[in-house]
């Protein structure tokens, strides 16, 4: 059986290196709108719906590791009464 400690410590590394390539990510499709031939209204669009993206990313991740938490700490208190 795999022990909780090795789970968790696999978890956020995992994590950190999914960051990592997300943070990668996003700052090589600024660096692509920025040197696209587009126009600046074209650009600063693009820009805007990208940054829009990740923020909705963001906020439905927060949710669900939120809500997974107090799942988390509802069933440590079922399990200590």
């Known amino acids: 059986m795999v022990e909780i400690g090795t789970v968790s410590e696999l978890s956020k590394v995992s994590i950190r290196i999914s960051a990592a390539f ?3 990510g996003v700052g090589l499709l600024y ?3 920025a040197v696209t031939d587009a126009s600046n209204p074209v650009k600063v669009l693009w820009s805007a719906a990208l940054s829009l993206g990740v ?3 963001f906020l439905i991740t927060w949710t669900m590791a939120r809500d997974a ?3 988390y ?3 440590a208190k079922r399990k200590k009464q």
């Open 22 to 24: 997300a943070i990668i």
């Open 31 to 33: 660096l692509y709108i």
């Open 55 to 57: 923020a909705i990313v």
């Open 69 to 71: 938490l107090r799942t």
């Open 73 to 75: 700490e509802r069933e």
